[in-house]
Nanobody, 122 residues
Framework: QVQLVESGGGLVQAGGSLRLSCAAS????????MAWFRQAPGKEREFVAA????????WYADSVKGRFTISRDRDKNTMYLQMNSLKPEDTAVYYC???????????????WGQGTQVTVSS
């Protein structure tokens, strides 16, 4: 049974930082691209960042480049999203996902976590 479990969300002031975690189980991570998406109220789910578990290649949305860093710990089967210089527009539910290749499209990703809320106050 595949499980992706996010944690680390919360309330933070603008300019602050948070680190999200995504613990994965039940799948061979080297076969997947792992990604972070987010969904704000009334908006579509959007791509944030992704990495290849085996090679460590990374991709970022323009809106988070230079502020967010995606990484993984192979020993812990856990992916992270370090979020710095947070802005109110970063407020959203953040989801981790696993798919066969990189894409910014949600339809590419087969497995999803339940999401974790990030709220950035101004």
């Amino acid at each position: 049974q595949v499980q992706l479990v996010e944690s680390g969300g919360g309330l933070v002031q603008a300019g602050g930082s948070l680190r999200l975690s995504c613990a994965a189980s039940g799948l061979t991570l080297s076969n997947y691209v792992m990604a972070w998406f987010r969904q704000a109220p009334g908006k579509e789910r959007e791509f944030v960042a992704a990495l290849t578990w085996s090679g460590g290649s990374t991709w970022y949305a323009d809106s988070v480049k230079g502020r967010f860093t995606i990484s993984r710990d192979r020993d812990k089967n856990t992916m992270y999203l370090q979020m710095n210089s947070l802005k109110p527009e970063d407020t959203a539910v953040y989801y981790c996902a696993a798919g066969p290749i990189w894409s910014f499209m949600t339809s590419n990703y087969r497995y999803w976590g339940q999401g974790t809320q990030v709220t950035v106050s101004s």
